[in-house]
């Protein structure tokens, strides 16, 4: 019977690492689209996992953000890390409406962002 050690990467070789989760299959595509446009190679796994949710523990199913090379980790957080800390805008249309968020038009009158 053979050992049920684990395997390791060859020498040299990569390692896919997790970076995060994300909230929705929507902003892990963003967040995955966002790290190859900076050169790193990202992929999301567990997107289609929502559908068993309550079969397996919700936070289980949520979609993550994955890394081909393990040396690409530190500058994937970092650059997700930047991305989430981005302050929200707030403004207060002339409608009276407090517009907060990356809205650029008032959601109660349309008006423009000033």
Do not use: K, Y
């Not at 019977?1 to 970076?19: E, I, K, N, Q």
């Amino acid at each position: 019977m053979p050992s049920a050690r684990p395997r390791r990467p060859p020498t040299g070789a990569s390692t896919v690492r997790r970076v995060r989760q994300a909230p929705n299959i929507a902003i892990a595509a963003l967040w995955a689209d966002l790290l190859r446009e900076a050169g790193i190679a990202a992929s999301v796994q567990r997107q289609f996992l929502g559908s068993v949710a309550g079969e397996i523990p919700p936070d289980q199913c949520l979609p993550e953000i994955w890394v081909t090379h393990d040396h690409q980790l530190g500058d994937a957080r970092a650059l997700l890390d930047q991305l989430l800390s981005l302050p929200q805008r707030r403004w207060r249309c002339a409608c009276g409406e407090l517009v907060e968020g990356g809205f650029e038009s008032c959601w109660n009158c349309g008006r423009a962002m000033p």
